[in-house]
């Protein structure tokens, strides 16, 4: 598994539990769920463009919807501020995340 410059090939299966890629995807609910503070879970879902639709197959593909700025504004707190709560978050989410079954 290694290429010509010496370097090492991997790869993991987007697949688990027979679905398509349901370990890195997120419903509403799970991020309710996992961060267990509306206030905090209003500044995931902000922030990386979550949808009681999600953007993938009912469920969501987090991205970077809004910027620390934009965020800062509607909360109404300093951009270190948004920034800590988003660690803070993800963090939590990472944990929720570890509790289902992985991809092989």
């Known amino acids: 598994m290694r290429d010509s410059s010496g370097g090492f090939y991997s790869s993991l299966d987007a ?3 027979g679905e398509k890629g349901i370990f ?6 799970e991020v309710h769920e996992a ?4 206030q ?4 995931v879902i902000q922030a990386y463009g979550l949808t ?7 469920r969501n593909i987090p991205y970077h919807a809004k910027d620390l ?6 909360f ?5 501020e948004i920034a800590q709560d988003l660690m803070d978050a993800n963090s939590q989410l990472l944990t ?5 079954i992985r991809p092989g």
């Not at 961060?35 to 509306?38: A, G, I, K, N, V």
């Not at 009681?52 to 009912?58: C, I, L, R, S, Y």
């Not at 700025?69 to 509607?74: A, E, P």
């Not at 109404?76 to 270190?80: A, I, T």
Request: net charge negative; glycine share 4%; no cysteine.
């Open 15 to 17: 697949d688990s539990e």
């Open 24 to 29: 890195y995807l997120w419903r509403l609910n």
């Open 35 to 38: 961060l267990m503070e509306s």
């Open 40 to 43: 905090l879970s209003e500044k």
């Open 52 to 58: 009681q639709e999600g953007n993938f197959e009912g």
């Open 69 to 74: 700025k934009t965020l800062s504004q509607t």
């Open 76 to 80: 109404d707190l300093s951009e270190e």
């Open 96 to 100: 929720f995340r570890e509790k289902r």
